[in-house]
DNA sequence: CCAAAAGTGTTCGCGGTACACCCATGC
DNA sequence: GCATGGGTGTACCGCGAACACTTTTGG
């Protein structure tokens, strides 16, 4: 038996929401489409998946071809599959969300794209396909995730101030938190390492950097901690 | 154009985790396989997705047609696409997870199966394709989703004692909770409207039934209110 | 009257929250 | 010396946790 079914199948492709963080924005990642449908429209990079490539890897190949974006954390989302989601015919896509350093990636456009740039998450251009509801979907995710899971951390560099910290949670989550308190609430899970290194080039006082005990963290887990925020 | 892509195209599939609760364990629903591959396996129902239909509705049509279950409560779990998950070729199958209320459900078996049946979570019969790892991750979710969404309802019967409701939570969350302190907890939240129902057919005290007031729950919702159990 | 499960309150300790000032540094 | 953000402690309150006995009902 050559095949399991015989009928018309759909296509399958994946996309990607790339999350970057800066000073003040949650952004997305997106390129600008060089080709029909929805040419010129900014778009949420992805393609079609490969018969011999599992989805992770899919989605990998197409944020490096496209995005130029390498060794970021990504998780599967949700497969989306209303049926005129595609005008050219009847594409599934599995979408996944990718956790980018900004610092890190010297992102370039691809060939089959014009350009490649961040947006922020609350000032997206109008996105082709049912793109903006996979980044709707994608932030929801987020914010659920990060009150339970260390993921913050992948927005961050290695090395990171408690305020920034802080900010991260802010701006995800969309809420003030209270300095001294947030200090405490964290510093008291004992997952944060003090370095002895300080924020460089301000011209106020320099905040210590603090490091994330991954190996701490994934032994605490074992014995049945929960992370909360 | 006809196509948006030409190249040779994985085989798509739903399955779905039908899970049932009764006294004493949570259950799940699973069909025996009639033709190859894993003939006589046991399997859980699922089948290939048609174009004209959504993944929702290609759960929805598979539950009905393979189990004679309609009417349950469907959310997609996850998109599963190891290489050789499926022996005869590239099959991409996405997963739901379903919870039904056992009672309701005169399960039958279809034309394309041997037979139907409920089996325990934790005394399942080897399954085929990689079913056992879709289980295992739908019983996660359901673990997790049970604990701030009201979910567990739908495995009981429209109205329900406090203690069905506690077993419910002890059954998914694999611990035992305090009387007292569950029902202080979970009547505190307001979500519960006492009925003037007790239980039938015990031999001891009947207990009174409640049922759950989903609309005021929505309501809450709307105010920010979080659920927590 | 006996077996079985329903139903009910209080105490204690921890963790969340609210809140304001001094310190270090660069310019 | 001034502007900017870094860093710190305490008091209160509410919620979760621990814990045992009486009541109701059917057989």
Request: charged share 30%; hydrophobic share 40%; net charge neutral.
């Amino acid at each position: 038996m050559t095949h399991a079914y015989e009928y018309p199948r759909a296509a399958l492709a994946v996309d990607c929401v790339v999350f970057g963080l800066d000073e003040a924005d949650l952004k997305v990642l997106l390129i600008q489409r060089k080709l029909p449908p929805y040419q010129h429209a900014w778009a949420l990079p992805g393609g079609f998946v490969r018969l011999d490539e599992t989805l992770d890897e899919a989605a990998q190949r197409e944020l490096r071809e496209e995005a130029g974006v390498d060794d970021v954390y990504l998780e599967q989302l949700y497969t989306f599959s209303a049926l005129s989601r595609d005008p050219r015919e009847r594409v599934i896509t599995v979408a996944y969300y990718a956790l980018a350093k900004l610092s890190d990636h010297r992102i370039r456009s691809a060939t089959d794209t014009l350009g490649v740039g961040w947006f922020a998450l609350d000032d997206l251009p109008k996105l082709a396909f049912d793109h903006e509801q996979i980044v709707i979907r994608a932030h929801e995710r987020l914010r659920g995730k990060v009150r339970y899971a260390p993921v913050g951390f992948e927005l961050l560099p290695p090395r990171f101030s408690l305020t920034q910290l802080q900010r991260l949670y802010e701006i995800i989550l969309g809420t003030e938190l209270d300095k001294r308190n947030f200090r405490k609430k964290i510093l008291s899970m004992d997952l944060l390492v003090e370095t002895d290194e300080v924020e460089q080039g301000v011209r106020h006082r320099a905040a210590r950097l603090y490091r994330f005990d991954r190996r701490k963290y994934e032994r605490l887990l074992k014995q049945g901690f929960e992370l909360s925020i």
